[in-house]
């Protein structure tokens, strides 16, 4: 067997006869898993000259895992991974002999982490902010949550780990928010003194 295998690298190598794998069969692996929960895809195809094979994965988020070790033609391979961020995404499967002809991308396994069927009904996280919080406004992006304290202060939650990450002053009592479409400004009702107070990027000569 050792011996034909060497035989069938030399044929192609002298011929130029780089023939790929076949595109690998769509991953197999679960379809709904949490944020960072570890999720096992596993994939097969066969070579035309019964050459060795080696598989990588695109994981759909602009990650993918490197090439596996080179096993039989035939032999299905399986790797994990896990998202840090909830969306969908589709899960594909490439695959390369050891001569390096590489495979067409497969088709894609859709997974959804993070989101679950229905509507949140349980509490996951208590955010301690300023004094009384009123209103809460979510940037566009979802990265960032601002809560208008009746304090005078307009704290910012990082969604992502629910940390509190500024405490703006304003000076005044504010009680509403509202933030442009474009995440760039947000802005504060201050009743007391009969204005709005713009939020946006700090500004250097």
């Not at 993918?64 to 589709?90: E, H, I, K, T």
Request: glycine share 10%; proline share 9%.
């Amino acid at each position: 067997m050792h011996r034909l295998l060497i035989a069938a690298i030399v044929l192609a190598l002298v011929t130029g006869c780089q023939v790929p794998p076949a595109t690998p069969e769509p991953p197999n692996g679960p379809s709904r898993a949490g944020i960072g929960d570890t999720c096992l895809f596993t994939t097969v195809t066969t070579d035309p000259l019964n050459l060795p094979i080696a598989y990588r994965f695109d994981w759909g988020n602009g990650s993918g895992s490197g090439w596996s070790q080179f096993m039989p033609s035939g032999l299905a391979v399986s790797m994990s991974y896990a998202w840090p961020r909830p969306g969908s995404f589709q899960v594909r499967a490439q695959a390369k002999n050891i001569i390096g002809a590489t495979s067409e991308w497969s088709a894609g396994h859709p997974i959804t982490i993070g989101t679950q069927a229905g509507y949140p009904d349980s509490v996951v996280a208590t955010v301690p902010v300023g004094y009384a919080p009123f209103s809460l406004c979510l940037l566009p992006n979802g990265e960032f949550l601002y809560v208008c304290n009746r304090n005078g202060t307009v704290s910012v939650v990082r969604t992502s780990d629910n940390t509190v990450v500024g405490a703006i002053e304003l000076g005044t009592i504010s009680d509403h928010l509202a933030i442009h479409p474009s995440g760039g400004f947000v802005y504060v009702t201050c009743p007391e003194i009969n204005s709005v107070k713009v939020l946006g990027y700090r500004r250097h000569p």
